[in-house]
Antibody
Framework: QVQLVESGGGVVQPGGSLRLSCAASDFPFSNYNMHWVRQAPGKGLEWIAFIHYSGSDHYYADSVKGRFTISRDNSKNTLYLQMNSLRADDTAMYYC?????????????WGQGTLVAVSS | DIQMIQSPSSVSASVGDRVTITCRASQGIGSWLAWYQQKPGKAPKLLIYAATSLQSGVPSRFSASGSGADFTLTISSLQPEDLAVYYCQQANSFPLTFGGGTKVEIK
């Protein structure tokens, strides 16, 4: 069964860093574009980052541009999100998600999420 | 950036009722629209893609219409398990953006 499992969330102080991982299984990971989407507590969904299946292209939301970096290791079937200069408003559940099919930019499946809390 | 405006923000309906949610894009997006269902405490789930296509495994009481800038999601006969927040999302251009969500409650 196609599955995405996030890890790496936790509590971090403002200005700190964290790296999230998303382990993919039961599909050809290297053939699919991937995304990170976040959801602040009690709020709606916010797309934050995209990476091309080859790793050659990236897009970011303005809210994270210059602070977050999306990457992937196709040999390990793993997606990453390096988060630097974290702020209180980065507190959210972070989901990784796969393009449903090639290049269409809607998301299926989603992981279960990993919670990031930025607090002193 | 393309803004996605959903209405209503919440709706309360009885089991068996027809429920309609609308989503308007700030510019034309063709059919580059998806709908998601998020049940309490769970990750979102894709319901509809390409504006009108039902994702595999989604009950047929869910349907959607629209193109350009105006879109609609319809639940033809509301069921208790449809309690959730529903989001539209434009896939036309980066940054990808979601509507604010519509909370569907059961009377």
């Amino acid at each position: 069964q196609v599955q995405l499992v996030e890890s790496g969330g936790g509590v971090v102080q403002p200005g700190g860093s964290l790296r999230l991982s998303c382990a993919a299984s039961d599909f050809p990971f290297s053939n699919y574009n991937m995304h990170w989407v976040r959801q602040a507590p009690g709020k709606g969904l916010e797309w934050i980052a995209f990476i091309h299946y080859s790793g050659s292209d990236h897009y970011y939301a303005d809210s994270v541009k210059g602070r977050f970096t999306i990457s992937r290791d196709n040999s390990k079937n793993t997606l990453y999100l390096q988060m630097n200069s974290l702020r209180a408003d980065d507190t959210a559940m972070y989901y990784c998600a796969r393009d449903q099919s090639a290049g269409e930019n809607w998301f299926d499946p989603w992981g279960q999420g990993t919670l990031v809390a930025v607090s002193s | 950036d393309i803004q996605m405006i959903q209405s209503p923000s919440s709706v309360s309906a009885s089991v068996g009722d027809r429920v309609t949610i609308t989503c308007r894009a700030s510019q034309g997006i063709g059919s580059w629209l998806a709908w998601y269902q998020q049940k309490p405490g769970k990750a979102p789930k894709l319901l509809i893609y390409a504006a009108t296509s039902l994702q595999s495994g989604v009950p047929s009481r869910f349907s959607a219409s629209g193109s350009g800038a105006d879109f609609t999601l319809t639940i033809s006969s509301l069921q208790p398990e449809d309690l959730a927040v529903y989001y539209c999302q434009q896939a036309n251009s980066f940054p990808l953006t979601f509507g604010g969500g519509t909370k569907v409650e059961i009377k």
